[in-house]
């Protein structure tokens, strides 16, 4: 016999493969009873991811004008433009903001390079765009106090008024006028060309650019001292119009010549308590407090006075049988409060008419003509006197009694012979 070898009596152990197989089938045995758990627990990683994900990512906003809006209406190539020429830009949206980044700017140009090779660039520009005229007289005197160069977007009347200046606002660019060219001296305008104008906002000033005809005003204006400019048009600063005509040029030099650039966009916070509308318990007068639920007390005790009360549930065997008299007597009453004279005619001519022919054996289907001609042949009388009572259209109740009697009364001779 041959010796058994140590090497055959063991098993044979299982190889890398093989271990791996089972570990896969143990997972997937694993997952599938626990599948429902495996899922929310997928869901909840993706909800996790996602979120993370629009937290790191690189936030923008719907606002019009906004340096961080990236839409036709935004002004985020505006901002990208300047930043890339060395203007540090910072947009605000509240009041309280807007004044630290003013003095935060005015600060670090105190303590700067004022060199003669600093060049003349110093300094601090305001942009403030109220759309909807949330800012009052002292805030506007304090902004415009605070900068070094404000330049107002479609300004209104009251924010020019508290900004000091002779500018004042002139109307709309005339419709079909599509772009202006500057016709004035002034060195931003006249470098820039012309620019898109519609849509645009007319101020007059004292040396009005881009104006449509002499006197009318213009969609660029400047105070005499240069630190207040007033632009009529959000489109020339658009990320959608940007790049037609001058309007970069001119939305570019009239930003861009200061190192800081604040560009504020008011909002519903910027409106002070002293503006704020009355509400009606401020514009109530005192004795409101005690009158008013007296009243509701008042009203509560005359429901509970007049009301319905009803009494208990009465039960009655089903079904009901109504008497034929009693409804006809009840859509006559109906008839008669609302006048209905035409709607009870048409309802007596309608019987009338199917128990003539039911008489004169026409049928259901017989027509109102037929009807008129075989009764005024059973009669022996021309078919136009039949006609005429019964196609007769009574406007009173008067009438309508005396054509009811009529139609009694043919019906009663076609039944008699």
Not at 310 to 328: N, R
Not at 363 to 377: K, L, N, Q, Y
Request: net charge negative.
């Amino acid at each position: 016999m041959r010796p058994v070898l140590e090497s055959e009596s063991r098993p044979a152990s299982p190889g890398p493969a093989a271990g791996n197989g089972l570990a896969g089938q143990t997972i997937r045995a694993w997952i599938r009873r626990h599948r429902t758990w495996t899922f929310i627990g997928m869901v909840f990683a993706l909800g996790v991811a996602l979120t993370i994900f629009a937290q790191l990512s690189p936030r923008g906003d719907t606002v019009a004008l906004s340096t961080r809006n990236a839409a036709p209406d935004g002004a985020r190539a505006v901002a990208e433009i300047l930043g890339n020429q060395g203007v540090e830009v910072r947009q605000t949206d509240n009041f309280a903001a807007t004044m630290s980044a003013l003095d935060s700017t005015s600060e670090h140009s105190a303590f700067g390079d004022t060199s003669e090779d600093s060049g003349d660039s110093s300094g601090t520009t305001l942009l403030l765009y109220d759309r909807n005229g949330y800012l009052d007289r002292e805030q506007l005197q304090d902004l415009q106090q605070a900068t070094d160069r404000l330049v107002v977007v479609t300004p209104r009347l009251n924010a020019l008024s508290a900004l000091g200046g002779d500018i004042r606002p002139a109307g709309v660019v005339p419709a079909g006028v599509a772009t202006l060219d500057p016709g004035c001296g002034t060195d931003d305008p006249a470098t820039a060309g012309a620019v898109t104008a519609e849509s645009a906002y007319l101020y007059q000033a004292d040396r009005p650019c881009y104006e449509p005809s002499e006197g009318l005003g213009g969609l660029y204006a400047t105070s005499d001292d240069g630190r207040l400019v007033v632009l009529g048009s959000t489109q020339i600063i658009s990320n959608g119009r940007l790049d037609e005509q001058g309007n970069a040029a001119l939305v570019l030099r009239t930003l861009g010549g200061s190192d800081h650039l604040v560009w504020y966009l008011p909002g519903i916070a910027d409106v002070t308590t002293a503006d704020a509308p009355k509400t009606l318990d401020e514009l109530a007068p005192p004795w409101v407090a005690f009158l008013g639920p007296w009243l509701a007390l008042v009203a509560v005790l005359a429901m509970v006075w007049r009301g319905r009360r009803l009494g208990p549930l009465v039960f009655e065997p089903l079904p009901v049988v109504v008497k034929a008299v009693e409804t006809a007597e009840g859509r006559a009453r109906l008839y008669h409060d609302s006048h209905a004279v035409d709607r009870a005619a048409d309802n007596l001519r309608a019987g009338t008419l199917v128990r003539l022919a039911r008489v004169l054996r026409l049928g259901p289907d017989a027509e109102s003509t037929a009807i008129v001609d075989a009764a005024a042949r059973h009669l022996g009388r021309p078919a136009e006197q039949t006609a005429r009572v019964l196609e007769a259209r009574p406007r009173t109740e008067s009438e309508l009694v005396r054509w009811a009697q009529q139609l009694d009364t043919l019906e009663k001779e076609v039944t008699a012979r």
